[in-house]
Structures are given as structure tokens and as C-alpha cells.
């Protein structure tokens, strides 16, 4: 078999397999982001509005939901009314999902948001 016979093979190859390169991309593009944190440890993340708020910032708020059932909210903090921050230390282990709401702007950035955080059991001497 010679180079070229080699290379067109190959080339093909790629061809059949980029559909489902690019399948497996997008639909990993559109699932949220998936975190990792430790139980009781600061954990951190931020959302971007998607344009700067006409009038007073707007409140955002998130809200977690852990697998037992357990719930709590934390305001989101900015500087700039771009960056909004928000922080949580989870009381238990396990996959806690939060969402965002904000009052008064309908921004697709800083509204509605959702994310997966895995929780990993706190292993250090302090109980």
C-alpha cells in the first residue's frame, strides 16, 4: 500500500468520524457546568450579566437544592453590575444543584441559571 492510498484512508476516517465529534461537543456544550466542592469548604462561582443593567442593579438570588431534600439561598454580590459572585459551604456530600433568579432585569446571564456542584465528604481532623 503506498502513502497516498494511506492518507486518502485516514482522511476518510476523520470524515465518517467528525459528525459525531461534533454531536458529542454540542451536547456537552449545553449541559451545565458540572463543580466540585468539599462538604463545609468555601466554594465559589460567578455568572456574567449579559449586558450592563439601564437602571439600579438588579438582585440576584441562588438557590440549592441538596440530595436529601436540603434547600438554603444566598445573595449574589458585584462590583461592577457585570460579575455577579455568590459562595456556599454545603452542609452534607453529595450532588447539590442551584439555580439563579433576578429581580427586576430578565438577563439571560444572571437568570435562570442552573449548575451541578459534587459535594465531597470534609476529611480533615477538625469534626
Not at 41 to 48: G, I, K, V
Not at 107 to 127: F, I, M
Request: hydrophobic share 40%; aromatic share 10%.
Amino acid at each position: 500500500m503506498n502513502v497516498k492510498t494511506r492518507l486518502h484512508g485516514h482522511f476518510i476516517s476523520v470524515l465518517v468520524m467528525l459528525p459525531a465529534i461534533v454531536v458529542a461537543i454540542a451536547v456537552r456544550c449545553s449541559l451545565p457546568a458540572r463543580e466540585k466542592a468539599v462538604q463545609w469548604q468555601p466554594w465559589e462561582f460567578s455568572l456574567e450579566a449579559k449586558k450592563p443593567a439601564a437602571e439600579a442593579m438588579p438582585s440576584v438570588e441562588v438557590t440549592f437544592q441538596g440530595p436529601e431534600g436540603q434547600e438554603f439561598t444566598n445573595h449574589a454580590f458585584t462590583d461592577d453590575g457585570i460579575v455577579y459572585s455568590f459562595r456556599a459551604a454545603f452542609p452534607a456530600p453529595g450532588e447539590w444543584i442551584w439555580i439563579s433568579a433576578c429581580s427586576g432585569s430578565k438577563d439571560r446571564g444572571l437568570n435562570n441559571r442552573k449548575g451541578k456542584v459534587e459535594v465531597l465528604p470534609y476529611e480533615g481532623d477538625n469534626p
